[in-house]
């Protein structure tokens, strides 16, 4: 089946020129449930644009009653981002304009409502869908009264408008895969929610970082924290359910690239997450592997992040993947003084064992700057068979 | 009297160079409090560094039998952001390297403390002086953990290291004054924290925005907000104190300019303040006029800004300080379309009457670029006499 | 009468988007001369677009039958250069991908001609008309087979894209004007190729740079240095003349702004030229003044450069127009020192007399940051009745 | 032996900081040439900074006696491109202020010498070393003019204070070696001029280019430009002398990185140079291999850049160090249509055939973003034994 193609405007610029996303949707025969998938939020950040390539490619062979719901599609989902040049690297993680952070700029309705628990109580006598259609109601209208500023002459700055334009598509799906990768060079993962551990296996990755704390406004977040907290209010009134809305946040490895078993990943894993889904019907899918599969689950406060301690360029880094014991060598800094000494080198020692997780693609350093991070835990823990 | 002049690191570069901030103390005679000034904060606001040359060429000529206890100077107090350069211009608002506005960084103890009201009862029957010392104690000692991480091989980003040093400098000052201007163009007003409307007055500005909502880890903010959660804890248990701490944030005109009349309004108005704390002791200061001096506080949310509502090119503004009716045409804009047809002139009404205290320096605007600012309210309440 | 509108894409950005020039032609009845003019070649130069608006404005009142020739017009020429920001700034001087100032990346048809002499000598039969016609068909052969490495899949660099779709534009065109501005803030002026000194006359402003030395691939030396090669080549050989072929490049006040008073000059000085050029016929045109008015040349290598010698904030500086004496303190350099000393104070003296002609925006300046500039000559000379 | 370290300020920032280089000078006991060798002028080409570290350490196991004449090292030699960041990445390859390459801004004698001919025809009956040194004294003559100008109150811009500061150093050298690497991702490999082809062998590396043409004022050029002219106005008046004056360009590998492999090549051929110029007298070198090491020499004018001929992710690719055939498939351009049309995949073939060495390291391309370089020739030309 082809996709029904949606072009949607997104920003005017000065020169009169306009930007535009394209939303690619996959309408299944059957009603049900809805996806939606983006790529490339952070400009550098656009492996997850070949993964919706990919997966158009492969649906394009698909019946339409193959599919259950509707699927859509967002690839290159931030033009202002990954446009973005600071001469040759894509440095769009921010905006240039304001410094905001592309991914932490989304609205929460968790931040705003001052009713959920009254909401819950008032609920009790419904059914699981019939309370999600209500939330998702209030949810919604709450969402459309940010219009009116947006509408008024006094306009809104850029960022406030692009998320109402984003999360307009993506706000009354069930399912939400948001595909980012390392700024720098990470391996493959995923952030899983807390209660959604079970789900998350369908993603056949290996690790995933589990959401202990927030970093607030970003887009998987913006999607899922309401229903986490209904779900809470609920159980806490003796009414535990957990609703068929998740988001998902896919590291697929390594900025600024596409790397095609990073791809292969994503694709393989958004397939069969639908599949199991019961929203896609393809030859083979839910894959036999999915029940074994083991994610391993890094609790989001035990990464560490390394920054450099003093000016200087960085030597025998330990590549990534390694497994560290405390007090390893990571890394050395070439430090260059200019006091009239020689060079200077020094040892960087981890400070807790684990897996180096993602390093940073420039050696050359400011005091300050990222160097890597580590999953910190009992190196057997990571050990993969 | 001659200052005493402290040279503190700040970081050391990939080069292996290193940038510093300089402290200038002139520390009088007598014992008292300590008043701490820095300026430059944001790379473009430059205003302050005159501001605090002409403190410093003035107090050349002061004794020190005329200051009562210690006041620092700290000019160019960002030398990354100051020296910053994109293209000609001074574009230092945020660190190019992570986004982080350089003044939404700071550490702020009411955010960790758990125990505000706890502290509060235990100090019952001690005078405000002893409060005063044992709170400031307890923020110094949560403060000084901070550098366990930065002196961890992991390190801290850089903005959590130079927080460090600054507000090492600066979070024992009973009174502390950061002078920043515009990044665009606008009017000379000061920030002032909810009950120090009062104090406000001696530096002789037109405009006070009084912070009814907090940006969030701002200098000023991470300085008082602890301050005012004891205050009220302390006032809710029946005991009412007002302590000597203030922190302050002057707007000293537009950005990339040192504008003599905007300095000269620093000077006195900062000169006035110290004088009226009983620090300075100068003849003819507190000036006369303090008393009757009436400051026209704006509620923090009554500022609107404008952000453009289309891209294209401003024309007909009206100037910086104009008086507007609601539906004013406060300005065009000329937006070349691009899609076959002529340009088009938009006219952009004001949203509610008020008055123009910030225009963009950039006429060229995308949409969502900020455009002008205004502080809402009936035209007659601006009326300056 | 309405123009005719195209639109040319120029670029294809990484996200699929494409950004777009649009040429506004307004063709007369009668055959003749074809001007191009231009604007906004520099992101922060836009005075040009205000003044090519209004252009299409006025013209919209003009009957065909008053046009003789075509009129092209090409506002916003640069959608890459304009809508790039370095936060609030419009940085587009240069492309920020590799450096290219986008004002000196323009094919010059005189640096591969080998054989301008053997061309002119060929010619000595013809007359100036014919010439004219054979040269610039020469020309463009050469220029359009540029097109053959656009088109190969090795591709080109962007600008060499870019000024390929500009010059197809204007190559042919008898008359070339380019709006710019300072990018700082400037007097309104333009630039004038040597002999063409009785032309810019019409323009009605008051200074004029004379081309005693050119910058190298410039948009207005590309169109007009094969000409004055050829010119001098049949001067040499004797048979002087000076061909309907001029180009200009017009300087309209400040950056970032589109000030009133610069556009109002821009928009009288190009209809009087088109007047004088018997393109354009409308009542009072050319204006009676144009005869009696005097340009006062400014040998280009007579402007002065002044560049900071110290890295500081400037203060004190002399303003935009000061006729200065050999001497005279320009402004002063308040440089903070980090080794322990006091602030420091630097007058800069004037090197030779002149009028302050260009001065920078940014009072911030790292050591070699630009500062201003001053036609050098007896300050008398510069006096304007 | 330790070297003798000597610190040279650089620029003043606008914070009142400074900024140094510094010059690790080794001077034999013997009296001889100068060798003169830095590093890391464009920001991210940091891997020679490694190479001159390991060399340092080295030569503090050698004796003075186990060197004739002096060593000059300087790593780090561009403060200003080092230190510059964009997001995570080093930038500097040009002047954020001015657009300048760091690489283009070097003062060549050649360019303003009206008289190479006269003086070779005055030294007739000189020997080559008095030639040289009369010849030394001319350049450096006319070089250090330009203090006059850089004194002057109306001072320079950066680069061309800066320039002089690093040509201060370096003009006098009989061998200057600037390291670089890849702005990108590439092949290790050296610039050879016309004429120095039988030197070029001591680095030992398999590829040079061959300098057919001139980027212009590049550091390599602007030193060895003036002694090339000068030896060919010998050759033609009958005198044919090679001045022991050379000056190389060493690309080592990839951007951003110190890439060990790389390193270890620039030091082992440094090291091997000198000791062919009898400047470095270690046990085993020269290496054996010298004589026989067979360097592929590829004429600038053939390498070919390939630059996106449409927006969009690059697949596919072949990598780095690949053989093509004209007409293999290079990369796919996955291009995202905006205009309601499905992506399109785009094929990429080989224009000629050769060798690809060099590659982007940012997979997403604006339409004429830089995507890979070839030296082309028959493929059997690259095969290395």
């Not at 690839?75 to 981002?81: I, M, W």
């Not at 006598?125 to 009116?148: C, S, V």
């Not at 799906?173 to 209660?195: E, K, P, R």
Request: proline residues 5%; contains cysteine.
């Amino acid at each position: 089946m082809l996709p029904i193609i949606e072009r949607v405007p997104i920003v005017q610029l000065a020169s009169g020129d306009r930007l535009f996303i394209q939303v690619y949707k996959f309408i299944g025969d059957n009603p049900g449930p809805k996806a939606y998938i983006q790529s490339n939020l952070h400009g550098a950040e656009i492996a997850g644009n070949a993964v919706i390539h990919q997966l158009m490619e492969l649906w394009q062979q698909v019946d339409a009653s193959q599919i259950t719901g509707e699927i859509w599609l967002v690839p290159v989902c931030n033009p202002l981002g990954i446009n973005r040049r600071s001469q040759h690297f894509s440095s769009g993680r921010y905006h240039s304009y304001d410094g905001k952070d592309w991914n932490r700029i989304f609205w929460d309705y968790e931040k705003e409502a001052t009713d959920i628990n009254q909401f819950a109580s008032s609920q009790i006598n419904l059914n699981p869908d019939e309370i999600a259609t209500n939330y998702r109601n209030i949810i919604l209208k709450h969402f459309h009264k940010l219009q009116e500023e947006i509408n008024a002459a006094s306009g809104v700055p850029f960022v406030e408008q692009y998320r109402y334009q984003l999360q307009s598509l993506s706000l009354d799906a069930n399912y939400v895969i948001d595909c980012h990768s390392s700024t720098n060079q990470g391996l493959d993962y995923l952030y899983c929610f807390s209660s959604r551990e079970e789900s998350a296996k369908a993603f056949l990755l290996d690790y995933a970082i589990l959401m202990t704390e927030y970093d607030g406004d970003a887009f998987d977040e913006a999607g899922m924290k309401p229903w986490l907290a209904l779900e809470k209010s609920l159980a806490q009134q003796g009414n535990p359910i957990q609703f068929e809305v998740e988001s998902w946040t896919l590291e697929l490895g390594t900025g600024m690239q596409m790397n095609p078993q990073s791809v292969a990943k994503g694709v393989r894993g958004i397939q069969n997450y639908l599949a199991t889904k019961g929203m896609l019907e393809i030859p083979g899918f839910p894959l036999p592997e999915t029940d074994l599969h083991s994610v391993n689950f890094i609790p989001k406060d035990r990464i560490r992040k390394y920054y450099a301690t003093a000016g200087g360029m960085i030597q025998n880094r330990l590549p990534l993947g390694t497994l560290v014991k405390k007090g390893d060598c990571l890394y050395q800094l070439l430090s260059f003084d200019k006091t009239g000494e020689l060079p200077q080198i020094i040892d960087i020692p981890a400070v807790e064992s684990g897996l180096i997780a993602d390093i940073c693609t420039n050696y050359s350093a400011n005091q300050g700057d990222y160097i890597l991070s580590i999953f910190q835990g009992e190196t057997d823990k990571f050990m993969i068979n």
